[in-house]
């Protein structure tokens, strides 16, 4: 039996999932995105929203579907992105067909984010062009180029940030203030860097040190302080035991500096955490002029230490009593636990483990 098989060519590829009827033109959106604030990148968006905008209406083939674009803003992770999480909607609603942008680095800054998107996109009917790698996501063969490329944009964002480490580690080792975001009772000059006290706020803290001495906890003078109507140093009128023991441990009051509390973890997601001794910390003495004597900041320090570490061991015999010492074996790391302790609550290692039962 001979079969005869007719075959009906393709056409019109881009019709599937699509809101509106299969047009002419091209709707084209472009992306642009600078990763500071400063002046000169600044420049530089506005040179890519102009730049961009006379391309696509300038190509009779094209129409414009919108510029989207993200101002002072990391592209390490797309979902911090407004603009860019605004334009991969769009795209998934049809009313894109194409996305041109400067570079991969411009699109993301992580391979992971570079590959889900263009694949989203890809699904979609929607292609990239990246004009600095001369790359259209639609028309090319396999995605191996695009990995190696985007591999590469991720490692000059790691190599950027080591290189930004090591010259903040610098810095700080000559005894230069960097990352000072302000307290409550000073004033800070960010162009001489600078700090100086800021008298009414002083009164605050003086307030708080002087009830925490007499014996009151955190909750009590947040009271106090909420009803005499004092604000955080956020601004806010709901003042927290946290708020209020915050400041009874800064060392600033003294008039010293502690760099190097928190460490980033690694740069492609920015998270932070706080420094029990994983990276360095610098310490510089009599930096400005103290708040609070060290005489009275020494005693507040070991009314919170003391009251901390009761507070924990109680904890401790508790879970131990209830869920058979699972709080440290199962809820939280051991180790972890115990350099809080030791960094924070200046209880030995040992002890803890010993307590726990992890010896």
């Known amino acids: 039996m001979n079969t005869k098989v007719k075959v009906i060519r393709a056409s019109n590829t881009g019709a599937r999932n699509r809101n509106t009827l299969h047009l002419d033109l091209k709707r084209v959106a472009a992306y642009c995105r600078v990763s500071t604030d400063s002046k000169d990148q600044l420049e530089s968006y506005k040179s890519q929203v102009d730049y961009y905008t006379n391309l696509i209406k300038n190509n009779k083939n094209w129409t414009l579907a919108g510029i989207y674009a993200d101002e002072a803003t990391t592209g390490t992770t797309a ?7 605004r334009l991969i909607s769009d795209c998934q609603n049809g009313d894109i067909d194409m996305i041109i942008t400067e570079s991969i680095s411009r699109f993301a800054r992580n391979t992971l984010d570079t590959l889900k998107y263009v694949r989203l996109l890809k699904e979609n009917n929607v292609g990239v062009v990246f004009e600095e790698e001369n790359i259209d996501t639609l028309t090319m063969d396999g995605e191996l180029l695009l ?20 010259g903040l580690k610098m810095k700080m080792e000559k005894g230069e203030l960097i990352g000072f975001q302000g307290c409550l009772g000073y004033d800070y000059d960010p162009t001489t860097k600078t700090i100086s006290i800021n008298e009414e706020e002083a009164k605050i803290v003086r307030y708080i040190f002087k009830r ?8 009590v003078i947040g ?5 005499q109507g004092y604000l955080t140093p956020r601004g806010k009128t709901k003042w927290s035991d946290t708020t209020v023991l915050g400041i009874i441990k800064n060392e600033k009051y003294i008039g010293d500096i502690l ?3 928190t460490f980033t973890v690694d740069p492609i997601t920015k998270r932070r955490l706080a420094n029990f001794g994983e990276s360095d910390k610098y310490h510089i003495e009599n930096h400005h002029e103290p708040i609070i004597s060290k005489e009275d900041f020494e005693k507040a320090q070991e009314i919170r230490l003391r009251r901390a570490q009761t507070l924990l061991l109680t904890r401790i015999e508790k879970e131990k009593n209830y869920q ?3 709080l440290f074996q199962v809820c939280l790391n051991v180790d972890f636990v115990a350099k809080y302790c030791q960094e924070e609550l200046g209880t ?8 726990t039962g992890n010896v």
């Open 212 to 219: 925490y001495l007499e014996g009151n906890g955190g909750s």
């Open 348 to 355: 030995p290692v040992p002890f803890i483990k010993k307590l």
């Open 79 to 85: 979902t911090k992105r407004a603009d860019f999480m």
């Open 223 to 227: 009271r106090e302080l909420e009803e």
């Open 259 to 261: 760099m190097g509390k």
């Open 324 to 326: 058979g010492n699972m």
């Open 147 to 166: 990995t190696i490329l985007s591999s590469v944009a991720q490692q000059e964002v790691e190599n950027t940030s080591a290189h930004v480490k090591k």
